[in-house]
């Protein structure tokens, strides 16, 4: 079974910054995709940005030219340099692998607040 800690989250001003982190460890055979999702209260989860296992990276509209995701193959680890936040940035982020057989794995969440 997957596990997979995130680190990194906290409370920052507008205009500030953060880096997330995941490490990936358990039964990890093969990994197609990893990335961040977030999820604001009262909001659906809904993706920051991921990196499949051939290079390329999906970003969602609102953090395009903010957010930077990178990735660790030797470690396993995938993470998330966050420039500029917003208010707007404030929520739950999780980690999420999915494997070469398609099934996916969730961290448990790291909160991200940015103040005004």
């Known amino acids: 079974q997957v596990q997979l800690v995130e680190s990194g989250g906290g409370l920052v001003q507008a205009g500030g910054s953060l880096r997330l982190s995941c490490a990936a460890s358990g039964g990890i055979f093969g990994i197609n995709s990893m990335g961040w999702y977030r999820q604001a209260p009262g909001k659906q989860r809904e993706l920051v940005a991921a990196l499949n296992s051939g290079g390329i990276t999906i970003y969602a509209d609102p953090v395009k030219g903010r957010f930077t995701i990178s990735r660790d193959y030797a470690k396993n680890t995938v993470h998330l340099q966050m420039n500029s936040l917003k208010p707007e940035d404030t929520a739950v982020y999780y980690c999420?692998?999915?494997?070469?057989?398609?099934?996916?794995?969730w961290g448990q969440g790291t909160q991200v607040t940015v103040s005004s």
């Open positions: 999420n692998l999915e494997s070469s057989y398609g099934v996916r794995s």
